[in-house]
Structure formats: C-alpha cells, structure tokens
C-alpha cells in the first residue's frame, strides 16, 4: 500500500469503508488460525517433562501475555500522536483499543492463575511479573475509566493521551521483571535473541495462537473504531449517506 494510501485513511469516512470490508476476513482468520493453534497445541503437542500437560495453558496464556503488553504500547502510540497531531482518527483508535487491552490482560492474569496453582501451590503470589501485569490492568481501566468522565471528548483525549503515554513505562518493566529481580515466573521460552526452548510442536501452536490472537484484535478493534467513528461523525454528509441505522446513535 502507497504511503499516501496510509495517510488517507486518517480521514474518518475512509478508514470506516476500509475497516468495514477488512473486518470479516479478520474474523476468518482469527477462527481458523485458532482452531489450528488448539489442536495442535492440545491434541499433538507433547506433555512437557516436568509439568505433564498442565503446561498447555500457554498457548492461551503466553500470547494473551505478549498482546496485552502490544496493545497498550499502540493504544499509547496512537493517543500520543492524536494529542500532538491533534488527529482524530489516531485518538479514536487509541480508545478503541483499550477495551481489547483489557481483555488481554484478564485473560493473561486468569491463565496465569490457573497456571500458578499446580506450578507454584498458589492461584496468586506478589511476584514481579504478576504484579506488574496487574498494574497494567489498572493503567487500562484507568485510561477508560478518564476518557469516559470528561464530556468534552477533545479534553478527554487528551487527558487520556498523557495517562496512556505515562503507564507506557510500565510495560518494558512487564517484560524484564525476570532478568531485573529473582522472580518465580520463568523466562522467556521464546526470545529473538536466543533459540526457542520449546519443540516444533510447541513452538507452532503457540506461534498460531499468537496470530489468531492478533487478528481476532484487529478484527474487534476496527469494529470498535468504526462504532466510534459513526458516533462522533453523525450528522456528516458521508454517514448520512449510509442510511439510517448508520446515522443513529452508538449505544
């Protein structure tokens, strides 16, 4: 795509029919990739040689882990570009991704939990990392929780914008918490600077859980923006021209 083509779309009514027609492809690719991911990580995968198959629950974890860290690191990039740029799209993006953040990270802390009880004998302990992933739960629910109190949606960005920008710091300390202290949590099994630890199989699944996860996001998230969109666009020429139901207002 030619970088003028990128830049038209910061123009709401051409990001709205771009996402429109690429949404449904996501959707596909999120469920194929992820019915391929599961029944390879489940059904052929082997055991792990000292957790038995109570290690599986990586493959929802550990990409659930790695997206809840990605997303808020894009949610923060497009809210500090729709501050100082003052660019719409870029902030209504940024809101659009919070939601999908959260979920990440509840699904991250859930398996988590669910992993720490056979591994460690506990559903929670205050480790580094854990501990850390928590304070990015709060960063997001407090991003929502500012945009949703202002009215005027340009000071809502905006404020929003400075607590996305600030939380970002939070997000390397996630991911060094188990080089920086002696933490319970394991570390990385899959690293670009050093060879996977995990076999074939393994390592697969989890790569295709990944991509299922990062399409399922961009599938939910431009839908999301699209809403969003339409509800701070009503009245405009172009959603009129959609029709009705367009022109209402978002719930």
Avoid at 26 to 53: E, M, N, S, T, Y
Avoid at 146 to 159: N, S, Y
Avoid at 230 to 235: A, D, F, P, Q, T
Wanted: aromatic share 12%.
């Amino acid at each position: 795509m030619k970088t003028s083509a990128l830049f038209s779309l910061a123009a709401p009514s051409r990001f709205y029919r771009a996402s429109d027609r690429l949404v449904p492809w996501l959707w596909v690719a999120a469920a194929l990739l992820a019915a391929a991911g599961l029944a390879l990580g489940l059904l052929f995968a082997p055991a792990d040689a000292q957790q038995g198959d109570a290690y599986r629950i990586i493959f929802i974890h550990v990409p659930a882990a790695w997206m809840s860290m990605v997303v808020y690191l894009a949610m923060a990039a497009w809210a500090a570009v729709g501050w100082v740029l003052n660019a719409r799209m870029a902030a209504m993006l940024a809101r659009a991704l919070a939601p999908t953040g959260v979920v990440f990270t509840l699904i991250a802390l859930a398996t988590g939990a669910a992993w720490g009880k056979p591994a460690w004998g506990a559903w929670w302990v205050w480790d580094a990392r854990l501990t850390s992933e928590l304070i990015l739960l709060f960063l997001y629910l407090g991003y929502l929780a500012l945009v949703e109190a202002i009215d005027d949606v340009q000071r809502a960005d905006r404020a929003g914008a400075l607590v996305a920008v600030i939380g970002a710091v939070n997000v390397p300390v996630i991911y060094f918490s188990v080089r920086w202290w002696n933490t319970l949590h394991q570390g990385a099994s899959v690293s670009l600077s050093a060879a996977p630890k995990l076999a074939s199989p393994m390592l697969v699944a989890m790569l295709l859980m990944t991509c299922a996860f990062w399409a399922y996001a961009f599938a939910v998230v431009l839908t999301r923006a699209g809403a969003i969109v339409l509800e701070r666009e009503r009245g405009t020429e172009w959603v009129g021209r959609l029709g009705p139901a367009a022109a209402e207002p978002v719930a």
